[in-house]
């Protein structure tokens, strides 16, 4: 069916009222006709019957499309034009829409170009019905969304470049929390070792630390730690506390002494008006003919918590201990603990320099060892594994890293 | 429980009473050391942290509380600490830190063992 564009979608030159005027400007505007501003409107003007097909067509969108009028109007109709994804749009979703409410718009769709390529565009479309109600045709104005496309487009290439960026921090803060944390502990012969670490967030590297390695002369040395604040000023301090207490053993594993070199070193890095310090357990551990000696010494932490072969759960409290590099003179207490076979000796991290002064501590060291007590007699893997699924069931509670390490003397391993 | 900190400067006979309400920790710190940074401390003078009101303190305020402590000992002024609520009590008694710092129930009986140097 050919027919030729009707007049609907023009106005009339001399119908446009003309204002007296000197302005040569307005003068100019009103002499711009209907007829011009319809073909070289900034936008694209389409008219099609209620069928589709495409009654009228302005040059600016003829222009874009790249095609003749003569090969559009009365021989195509507007899903023509459509991507396929546009067509199954335009039946499922704009045809109903116009049928039902005689306009839709903020549409975006892609245009079919002459040449194959494709034309995002914004689409309005409204109804025009004759006298008597019924529809005559659809009106179509189409904007050119090249920029606005582009402009998403850059905008989720930005969001996909930061996604790549948080992903490479969280790996990289990762790998540097592996690297502050022993990747295997050390197998200590006839003894059974675990340890756990939970960091708080994954893109914070947290506080915690913890070791196992030899000493000579057949002894093992150990520490379990936290330092003050997160993120990487503590990560920075959580390094330098690992490697100077590695050093410190190696050249003279007194624990006190090897609590003494730490301070010294954290308190020459730290001093000022920024005080960082840590707290921390450290002990060396003798195999003997009947199990094992452990001489520790803390620096203001917890205390570490010993399950007895018979069942029965017990801190060994060192009283005197001050916290590591915030005093230039700090005090370190140590004291002797003897293992037997069956023995479980558990050293951990809760928060323990975050405290609620005021309302309901999440749980303390009173309730700490009523649930060890429940646990015992066990083996590091057992106690490891029964704190950790206390952990889980504090869940979302959990709001600072926590980090276990315990060792026991499995029952029936006596020594040679 | 206020997600901030208050920290409120008045003087006392032979030195400066800080007020911290509200939470000590990794936020506040920083505000917290400029206002003991920008005290005028003398010799023989004495810095009273009132804590009162402070409802929540974690390692970042145990830095502030060691900061005071450093800022008064370079100026040969003394800290007190008034008023430490149980938790923080405990956290410093664990950390040795109650060896360092005189701890007083009230500002009153603080006051009743005040002998200021001649």
New interface residues.
Partial sequence: MRREAGDDLTGRDDEVPRPGTSDPAFSALLEDSAEDLYEHAPCGYLSTLMDGTIAKINTTLLGWLGHHRDDLVGRRRFVDLLTVGGRIYHETHIAPMLGMHGAIGGLALELRRADGSRLPVMVTSVVKTGPDGTAQLVRTTIFDARDRRAYERELLRARQEADRDRERVQKLATTLQRTLLPPRLSTVPGMDVAAYYHPASADEVGGDFYDLFPLAGGTWGFFLGDV???GAPAAAITSLTRYTLRAAAASDPDPITVLRVLNTVLHHEYNG?????C?VLYGVLTPTADGCAIEMATG???PAALLRADGGAEFVDIP????VG??PD??FAGTRVRMSPGDTIMLYTDG????????R?RHNEEELLEFLATVGPTTATGAVAAVTGLLRRFGEGVDDDTALLALSLPVGTARP | ?TDHLTVTTRPITGGTVLEFAGRLD?VTSPGA?RTI?GLALHRGQRLVLDLTR???????G??VL??AR?TALAAEAALALVAV????R??LA????D??FPIYPTLARLEESWVPRP
């Fill in positions: 003050s604040g997160k008006t920024d005080p960082r310090f707290t203001g932490h917890p005197g201990g001050q916290l915030a005093l700090a005090h323990l320099t975050e405290a609620r002064t005021r309302g501590v | 429980m990794a050391l940074g402070l409802d929540f303190c974690d390692s970042s145990i830095s060691i900061t450093s609520p149980r938790g923080l405990g956290m664990r950390t040795g830190l060896a360092v």
